[in-house]
Every structure is written in structure tokens, then in C-alpha cells.
């Protein structure tokens, strides 16, 4: 709950005041999006639901263009989920986490299939679609069915611990910034008031310097009459992401094909493809190629490449040394042969097209980011 440090509620304005105050802005300043229906009209459904599920990794603006994409190909929820798993998979490359990708396509060919191509309004019913969380869920009921659901993201988290002064650090807060947001959910366009929440956060109610005048909170604002609101919401320092440490093996052929092999479905990266490698392991210092050899896709003179390739994941960060081989043949290997030149047709995780570009550069095959 709001700590001692909350307005009081003899000092704020009331809940319907903030409601009609946020939808009067909301009318004037309502960001334009792809998936967003115009003003008065109804929002497709799945236009909502896939918008929602990409936006949970990543920028507005960087959704968009991902966004289209998919509409283009697959205009109906049930295009979708007819879809070749691994087409939605190359599709949504460089779009985060592939389990999301695969929960996506699951979820499609449960709502094509077992429910007629509808999806469900209530926020419970969509609970229990694959890859459908609490935030989701919420998302959908309110955007696509003006639901009256409290839709927290990151955003609306910010505007409400600003507008009540919650101090409590995230993601202890949680809680109790969800039953702040309830209380603000009108029952009148509780849509818009959703839509009008995060279009508060992404343009006014920003994480640096919020423009407390522009705002059609500021008289209300408890976080602002504090002169807190910048620091808001307080988060508990994050621990440190641990260093692991790993082998690359690319490996090529007499063709100058190299190989792939996929990823266990589950866990990181699941069911995307990948350079066979060493185990990614904390530890000090890159291992020699000689250490890792127990893990290489085949007998061969590795030679180390110059340089380190790196990447950073959720809750860690990844050194590669990469070696490089080569078999005259085609030994029966758990994986697939790819030509070089095609490599870019591949559901190539981020991690795996920057190893590519790393070899192409000390190839001298051209600059260091065209695998
Ligand atoms: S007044 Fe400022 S801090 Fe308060 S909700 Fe508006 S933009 Fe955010």
C-alpha cells in the first residue's frame, strides 16, 4: 500500500476529476499507432493481442515496423496459425526472448482453432491462452473489449507511484500501485483510459525530466507537490549480471557450407539455431579452444580467431572466442549445413548473426555486419 508519504485523500483531487482529466488530454494528445483503432472505433482484437505481446520486450517505435510485417503476412489470427513456426520465428528476429515468438504462434492456433478464430473478453479467459500473462490479459480486455482492467506496464507503474508518491521500491510496490491503478479505472471508456495511461507515461510522465506542465495531473500530483516525482518509482539496485565465458565452433564444409544445429526448445533461445559451442560457463578468462575441444561438432585443426565477441542477455553477459574449422566431407553431425551466403535466411538469434559478422569481418568477406 502507499506509504506515509502518499496524498492524503482531503488533498487530492477525487478519482472521477482525474479520470475526466486524463480522457479530456487523452482526446487532444492521443498518440497515433499502427495497431491502435481511430478515435471512437473498435480495436481488432488481434491486432491489439500481437502489439501487446511484442511491445513486452521492446520500444514503440521499434515494434512498428515488426508489426506491419506481420499483418502484411498474416492478416487474421488464423493466417497466423497456419503459419510455419519457423517463418514466425525469422520474423520475429531481433524482436527478444523466441519463447515469446513460439507462445505466439501456440497461442494463434488456439484461438484459430479451438475458438473459432475469437478471442475470449474476459481477462481471466485470456489468462490461460499460451503466452498470456496478467499484463496481457489486461491489455486485451480493456484495449480490445473496454474492459475495465487495470493494465500495469512499466509505464503506468511510473505515472501512479508519481501521482500517489509511493516510495516503496519496485517490484515490492507492485501491488500496491495495481490497487492504486484499479481505483483509477473508470468504468466510462475504461479503453481509452488505459491507452490514455501509457500514452501519459511514454509522452509526459517520461522517466527523465517529466513535463509536470503539460500534464493534466499537475495540480493533483503528489509526487510533483513532494518534489520527488523524478525519483519515482524507487527501484531496489539490480545485482550484477556474472560474465560467461564460451567456445564457438564454426565449422565448414568442402562446399563452404557452415553448420547449424538447433537449440533445445526449452531454456534460452529455445528451438532457434545456432554455431555449435562449448558450454557457456562463468569463469575468469576465455577458455582456449583446447579446453572446449570435448564440445566441437568434429575432428578437425581448430584455429582461434582474433578478437572477442560479445553480447549481453537478460541476467548475463556472453564473451565468445570463436574457432574455426574445416571438414572435407560431410561427417553425420546433429545439425544442418547452411551455405555461408544464406546464413541471413536462418532464424538466427542476435547473439549467433553477430559470431557470423565476426567471421565474415576477419574474412575480409565484406563489412563486419553482412554474415
Ligand atoms: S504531474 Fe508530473 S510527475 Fe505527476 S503524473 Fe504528471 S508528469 Fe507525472
Redesign the pocket.
Known sequence: MPDSSSSSPDSSPGAADLQRRLLDWYDRHRRTLPWRAPPGGRADPYHVWLSEIMLQQTTVAAVGAYFRDFVARWPTVQDLADADLDDVLRAWAGLGYYARARNLHKCARVVAHDRGGRFPEDEEELRRLPGVGDYTAAAVAAIAFDRPAAVMDGNVE??VA??HAVTQPLPDAKPALKVLTSALTPAYRPGDHAQAMMD?GAT??TPRK???I?????GG?A??RAGI?AG?PAKRPKPERPTRRAVIFWLVNGKGAVLIRRRPEKGLLGGMMEFPSGPWEPRPDLPEVEAALDSAPARTAWKALPGIVRHTFTHFHLEMRVAVGRVGYEPPLNGRWVPVDQLGEEALPTVMAKVARHVMAAAGRGPAGSP
Open positions: 511510473r505515472v508519481r501521482l501519459l509526459i510522465c517529466p513535463k509536470c503539460l500534464c493534466p495531473w499537475s500530483c509526487g510533483r516525482e519515482l
